[in-house]
T-cell receptor, first 116, second 116 residues
Framework: GAVVSQHPSRVICKSGTSVKIECRSLDFQATTMFWYRQFPKQSLMLMATSNEGSKATYEQGVEKDKFLINHASLTLSTLTVTSAHPEDSSFYIC????????????FGEGSRLTVL | AQKVTQAQTEISVVEKEDVTLDCVYE???????LFWYKQPPSGELVFLIRRNSFDEQNEISGRYSWNFQKSTSSFNFTITASQVVDSAVYFCALSEGYDSWGKLQFGAGTQVVVTP
């Protein structure tokens, strides 16, 4: 079964609203999680590194005020897309490493966001 | 600059044919990790293999095999006797350096279409 789970798997929202996506490590603690974004028929791009108990580290070009990341516990990271617009419609995927450094990497099932 | 290049956008084969997916990477680190993932239409990433830079041994797993050549910075993937269920997008990815563990840089992906 899945060891990293995302919720919701699909979400449709109106433009201007905020959407929260959860990423949970189910049977291990993850001090670091990663968030990726995938536009249709494109590759996955790393958005940010989520660090438990501290601020997330964002990749160049990713708006931190737009994509709020909170890693409040060792098993949960959340990505909030604030004031979503149609161009934010995408597939968002998280990952976490079990066993720490160079541990096995697990990806969540992904969350498909559609902004109307 | 693109660190992982998958030059083949799409490969179409007839069932039982072999298919080889190319992956060329670029890094200055001596320690790095290479991955292959399969992404079926459902969107979930399926882990196929991970290889570290110090292990150039080729690997075979059932119908799958990988050829890692540091001299040409390539990590190619072959599916032998392809089946319709192999139809998916395949991504090659790179994790550079010890401190960047878990931060994957994905190639553009190769769409494999296997027809009966």
């Amino acid at each position: 079964g899945a060891v990293v789970s995302q919720h919701p798997s699909r979400v449709i929202c109106k433009s201007g609203t905020s959407v929260k996506i959860e990423c949970r490590s189910l049977d291990f603690q993850a001090t670091t999680m990663f968030w990726y974004r995938q536009f249709p028929k494109q590759s996955l791009m790393l958005m940010a590194t989520s660090n438990e108990g501290s601020k997330a580290t964002y990749e160049q070009g990713v708006e931190k005020d737009k994509f709020l990341i909170n890693h409040a516990s060792l098993t949960l990271s959340t990505l909030t897309v604030t004031s979503a617009h149609p161009e934010d419609s995408s597939f968002y995927i998280c990952s976490a490493a079990r066993g720490g450094h160079t541990g096995e990497l697990f990806f969540g099932e992904g969350s498909r966001l559609t902004v109307l | 600059a693109q660190k992982v290049t998958q030059a083949q956008t799409e490969i179409s084969v007839v069932e039982k044919e072999d298919v080889t997916l190319d992956c060329v990477y670029e890094t200055r680190d001596t320690t790095y990790y290479l991955f292959w993932y399969k992404q079926p239409p459902s969107g979930e990433l399926v882990f196929l293999i991970r290889r570290n830079s110090f292990d150039e041994q080729n690997e075979i797993s059932g119908r799958y095999s990988w050829n890692f050549q540091k001299s040409t910075s390539s990590f190619n993937f072959t599916i032998t006797a392809s089946q319709v269920v192999d139809s998916a997008v395949y991504f090659c990815a790179l994790s550079e350096g010890y401190d960047s563990w878990g931060k994957l840089q994905f190639g553009a992906g190769t769409q494999v279409v296997v027809t009966p």
